[in-house]
């Protein structure tokens, strides 16, 4: 499979006249709850030549391509993605930190990866994941037939939140991680394990009866959440002249050509 995303993704450099410099996997293959048929989330950074951003134009800044075998491509302009950062955008910052890369071109995501420490804004970022966990919840964990796919997309932000609260750091993108260092230890753990097995042996729709313990544990963290961040105040944005340097290098270093 990764020869043929590798070969996707070079079809689409010829075919946009690209250069992508970052390609990774986001979704539920990094996050490690993948079922046996999930699709495969390929994200990507790429920048265009000079001339391109040299004109009173605007341009679409994002390419998508959904390809048989579940294969879902999706990119970002470095441009757009700069911008992003630069507000300290979770699933950007998601996909820098993503376990299975697929390519690396140049210095530009590990630029990115040294400067988001100074980006980072853990209140932007609880907000993002806490709307998430709020949304999947009303949604889909109020039936009498629950899909455990559903379940992780509550809890995995829910979790992603007390790290951040607790750390003061961007949450890591491997579920296994989040579960062992931040879900507190007993039933609870016990719950969530044999979910998780259900999930990775299960079809992509696969669902169970509501697990009311787990849907009350989330329930209160939501709430908690919520009143904590209606409290916390968060410090300014650094000078966004290091990501202007940045980008003017990417667009001028032929090497990236």
């Known amino acids: 499979m990764n020869e043929r995303i590798l070969h996707a993704l070079h079809q689409l450099e010829e075919q ?19 079922s046996p048929n999930s699709d495969w989330d390929v994200r990507f950074l790429y920048i265009r030549p000079e001339d391109w951003y040299l004109s009173i134009d605007e341009k679409r800044d994002v390419i998508e391509r959904m390809l048989p075998g579940d294969l879902d491509l999706a990119g970002w302009d470095i441009k757009k993605a700069l911008k992003l950062f630069r507000k300290s955008n979770p699933p950007l910052l998601e996909w820098l930190r993503s376990p299975l890369i697929y390519l690396e071109y140049g210095p530009t995501a590990q630029h990115m990866r040294v400067l988001s420490e100074a980006f980072f804004n853990p209140k932007s970022c609880m907000y ?75 079809q992509e729709l696969a669902e169970g009866p509501q697990i ?39 667009v001028r270093e032929q090497a990236y050509w």
């Open 16 to 34: 946009e006249n690209i250069k992508i410099v970052y390609a990774l996997e986001s979704g539920s293959r990094a996050w490690g709850f993948a």
């Open 128 to 202: 993002h994941y806490l709307s998430m966990a709020r949304g999947n919840f009303k949604a889909y964990l109020n039936r009498e037939q629950v899909s455990w796919k559903k379940y992780f997309y509550v809890l995995r932000p829910i979790l992603a939140c007390m790290w951040t609260k607790e750390k003061g750091t961007m949450a890591p993108i491997e579920f296994d991680i989040l579960r062992w260092e931040i879900l507190p230890e007993g039933y609870l753990q016990e719950i969530v394990g044999e979910l998780l097995r259900k999930k990775i042996s299960s």
């Open 212 to 250: 009311p313990e787990l849907n009350q544990f989330l329930e209160e963290k939501i709430e908690e959440m919520t009143l904590w961040l209606s409290t916390y105040t968060f410090k300014s944005y650094p000078d966004t002249a290091q990501l202007d340097q940045l980008f003017r290098k990417m």
